[in-house]
Structure formats: structure tokens, C-alpha cells
């Protein structure tokens, strides 16, 4: 048998669609699964252009193979794409694009894997819709429930014993809890339906770390713990959504006074660089493992040290900054504290 035939049999009996470009976003090759996703005929969709066939457009920044500046062996995997069909339908695409080079390093074309996951994408969102809306109906009864409890605590509905108090105050903690839960998994459903989009004004991220540095001093009281605020000489206004940010700093702050020790520390650094305004937030705390920091930004990841959390509040630290074009990450070592980063661009 011929390389030829072997190559064409492999090709055709691929699970997933399959097509070449040349240097020029040419099609020179279309399989059988990708003629069944998409409608076209191998014949007719050979010598046409990729972008304008596949994807509906000539602009080349749209497009997962070609807007981008390729180095030699570079990969793009999994990048999610819109293919339009013959009939001007579309469909939602999981594509794998691979750019070919000559023994020089010349982009000489590429090859797109890709697998319709329309269907997979739409029961995606009905599953974020019933939770969001889940979470939602919860939210009521949760607040109405802490109501009664509150006026009972007050005395309004009469005297309670000791006992009774002490059951009715943890209750309410447990009840405080639940409705904190509920919060985060409500703000992540809204950034996951519709994309994060910061209200951006000027604002002053130093003022707004001393507040929140105040707000922090009551927990950090009552545990022993000092907090230290190091800040370079000059930091301009930069350009963000307050209240988005507000968030982040609560978060960082909180989750920091939160794992330290009785009797550790906070320090909150803010540093003016050529570039960005970078905020750290280090703590005297239990740290993390090694195992679980690449992991600790992830939707609903928990780690051995947060059993009893969301799992959200770091994932929406990062989806916030990062819509503000900045960046976080984590240092720590277990047993000897933690760093939090994050930037933000100055504009």
C-alpha cells in the first residue's frame, strides 16, 4: 500500500474534521468528518480561503491559526472557535490548530483538528443557569431565617436560657456562612454568563488598601495579629473599577488574616513600577503545599487548608484582574506563610 493511500485512509476515518491551509490561508485538504460538520464538499471548498469559508472573515485577528505570530514547533491546543457552515448556520468548534514550518523555520501552513461542541456548550450554559437560579431561590429563605433568629437573639421574642442562646448563635453563624457561600457562587454565575467587564474610573489604590486595611483590623485584633503596610514614595491614580477591586483586596486581606496564627502577621506591600502598580499581600500563615498551588485559582479547587470555603473567592480575584489587563499569582511555603501578587496596568 502507498504512503499516499495510507495518509488519505488515516485522514478520512479521523473522528474529527480535519483540513490543511497553505502559508497563504489556502485549504489544500478537507476530510470527510469536517465535509459532515461544516456541509462543504471536499471539491468545493478546496482553493478557497480559510478565514472567509470557516470563520465567516477576512480579518486574520479572529482567526485561531493565523492571528498569531508563530515561532518555530509553537502550538495552540483546544482554542474554542465559531465555523460557519455552508448553509449560514454556525457552530461552536473545540479546535486544535498546529502551525507547519519548513527546515528553516518558514511558516509554510498549518493544520486544524476541530470537533463540533455546540450541543455540549449549550447544555454547559442551562447547567449555569439552573445553579445561578438554585442559588438565587436560596438566598431568600437564607436571609429570612437569619431574620427571625436575630430577633430572637435580641430578646424580642422573649428570654432564652443560656443553652438556647448558645444553640441560636451558632446557628446563625452557620447560617452567616452559608449565605457568604451563597454570594461568591452568585458573583462567579455572573462572570461566567456574561463576560467581566470593569466600570473603569480613576482610582486611588492606596486609600482604598488603608480602608480596607481598618475594615481588616477587627479580625486581626482579635487573633493578635499586627498588620504592616510598605508603600513606595509616589503612587499615581491608576484606572480601574473600584468596586471590583475592593473585592480583590477584601479577599486577599481576609484570606490572609484568616490562615495566620494568633499572634502572626499581615504585611501589604504597593509598588510603583515603570509599567503597573504591584500590590502583595504576605502572611506568617500555615503557607500551602506545593502540591496544591498550581491549582489554588481554579473554580471550586480546595485545598487542605479550606475545606470549609467556596472555593470561589480566588477564582473571581483572578477573573477580575485579569479583565483589568493585570495578573496574580502565589508563592508559599507550608508551615512559613504565603505571598499573594497582583498587578494592575498603569494607563
Given at each position: 500500500?502507498?504512503?499516499?493511500?495510507?495518509?488519505?485512509?488515516?485522514?478520512?476515518?479521523?473522528?474529527?474534521?480535519?483540513?490543511?491551509?497553505?502559508?497563504?490561508?489556502?485549504?489544500?485538504?478537507?476530510?470527510?468528518?469536517?465535509?459532515?460538520?461544516?456541509?462543504?464538499?471536499?471539491?468545493?471548498?478546496?482553493?478557497?480561503?480559510?478565514?472567509?469559508?470557516?470563520?465567516?472573515?477576512?480579518?486574520?485577528?479572529?482567526?485561531?491559526?493565523?492571528?498569531?505570530?508563530?515561532?518555530?514547533?509553537?502550538?495552540?491546543?483546544?482554542?474554542?472557535?465559531?465555523?460557519?457552515?455552508?448553509?449560514?448556520d454556525f457552530i461552536i468548534a473545540s479546535v486544535t490548530a498546529s502551525p507547519l514550518f519548513d527546515s528553516n523555520g518558514n511558516f509554510i501552513g498549518g493544520?486544524?483538528?476541530?470537533?463540533?461542541?455546540?450541543?455540549?456548550?449549550?447544555?454547559?450554559?442551562?447547567?449555569?443557569?439552573?445553579?445561578?437560579?438554585?442559588?438565587?431561590?436560596?438566598?431568600?429563605?437564607?436571609?429570612?431565617?437569619?431574620?427571625?433568629?436575630?430577633?430572637?437573639?435580641?430578646?424580642?421574642?422573649?428570654?432564652?436560657?443560656?443553652?438556647?442562646?448558645?444553640?441560636?448563635?451558632?446557628?446563625?453563624?452557620?447560617?452567616?456562612?452559608?449565605?457568604?457561600?451563597?454570594?461568591?457562587?452568585?458573583?462567579?454565575?455572573?462572570?461566567?454568563?456574561?463576560?467581566?467587564?470593569?466600570?473603569?474610573?480613576?482610582?486611588?489604590?492606596?486609600a482604598a488598601i488603608r480602608r480596607h486595611i481598618e475594615a481588616a483590623r477587627v479580625e486581626a485584633d482579635r487573633k493578635n495579629i499586627e498588620i504592616f503596610?510598605?508603600?513606595?514614595?509616589?503612587?499615581?491614580?491608576?484606572?480601574?473599577?473600584?468596586?471590583?477591586?475592593?473585592?480583590?483586596?477584601?479577599?486577599?486581606?481576609?484570606?490572609?488574616?484568616?490562615?495566620?496564627?494568633?499572634?502572626?502577621?499581615?504585611?501589604?506591600?504597593?509598588?510603583?513600577?515603570?509599567?503597573?502598580?504591584?500590590?502583595?499581600?504576605?502572611?506568617?500563615?500555615?503557607?500551602?503545599?506545593?502540591?496544591?498551588?498550581?491549582?489554588?485559582?481554579?473554580?471550586?479547587?480546595?485545598?487542605?487548608?479550606?475545606?470549609?470555603?467556596?472555593?470561589?473567592?480566588?477564582?473571581?480575584?483572578?477573573?477580575?484582574?485579569?479583565?483589568?489587563?493585570?495578573?496574580?499569582?502565589?508563592?508559599?511555603?507550608?508551615?512559613?506563610?504565603?505571598?499573594?501578587?497582583?498587578?494592575?496596568?498603569?494607563?
Amino acid at each position: 500500500m502507498e504512503k499516499q493511500q495510507i495518509y488519505d485512509i488515516i485522514i478520512d476515518n479521523l473522528p474529527v474534521g480535519f483540513s490543511i491551509v497553505d502559508k497563504n490561508g489556502i485549504i489544500v485538504d478537507f476530510n470527510n468528518t469536517a465535509e459532515k460538520l461544516t456541509g462543504y464538499s471536499r471539491k468545493e471548498i478546496i482553493g478557497r480561503q480559510h478565514l472567509k469559508m470557516l470563520h465567516g472573515t477576512e480579518d486574520k485577528d479572529r482567526c485561531p491559526l493565523f492571528g498569531h505570530t508563530f515561532q518555530k514547533h509553537e502550538q495552540i491546543v483546544a482554542v474554542e472557535a465559531t465555523i460557519m457552515k455552508r448553509d449560514g448556520d454556525f457552530i461552536i468548534a473545540s479546535v486544535t490548530a498546529s502551525p507547519l514550518f519548513d527546515s528553516n523555520g518558514n511558516f509554510i501552513g498549518g493544520i486544524e483538528l476541530f470537533k463540533d461542541i455546540t450541543e455540549l456548550k449549550r447544555l454547559e450554559r442551562e447547567r449555569k443557569n439552573i445553579l445561578s437560579m438554585f442559588a438565587h431561590d436560596m438566598k431568600s429563605p437564607v436571609i429570612t431565617a437569619e431574620g427571625f433568629i436575630s430577633r430572637m437573639l435580641s430578646g424580642k421574642t422573649g428570654p432564652l436560657t443560656e443553652v438556647q442562646r448558645n444553640y441560636l448563635e451558632l446557628v446563625k453563624e452557620e447560617l452567616d456562612g452559608l449565605q457568604g457561600l451563597i454570594a461568591d457562587f452568585l458573583e462567579f454565575s455572573r462572570f461566567e454568563a456574561t463576560e467581566c467587564k470593569p466600570v473603569i474610573g480613576p482610582f486611588n489604590i492606596e486609600a482604598a488598601i488603608r480602608r480596607h486595611i481598618e475594615a481588616a483590623r477587627v479580625e486581626a485584633d482579635r487573633k493578635n495579629i499586627e498588620i504592616f503596610f510598605e508603600s513606595s514614595d509616589e503612587i499615581p491614580l491608576i484606572y480601574a473599577d473600584a468596586m471590583l477591586m475592593g473585592r480583590v483586596i477584601t479577599n486577599l486581606l481576609d484570606n490572609a488574616i484568616k490562615y495566620t496564627n494568633i499572634g502572626g502577621s499581615v504585611t501589604i506591600r504597593l509598588v510603583n513600577t515603570d509599567k503597573y502598580i504591584l500590590v502583595q499581600i504576605s502572611d506568617t500563615g500555615i503557607g500551602i503545599s506545593e502540591d496544591h498551588l498550581p491549582y489554588i485559582f481554579d473554580a471550586f479547587y480546595r485545598g487542605k487548608r479550606d475545606m470549609k470555603g467556596s472555593g470561589l473567592g480566588l477564582s473571581i480575584a483572578k477573573t477580575i484582574v485579569e479583565a483589568h489587563g493585570g495578573r496574580i499569582w502565589a508563592e508559599s511555603v507550608p508551615e512559613k506563610g504565603s505571598t499573594f501578587s497582583f498587578t494592575i496596568p498603569k494607563r
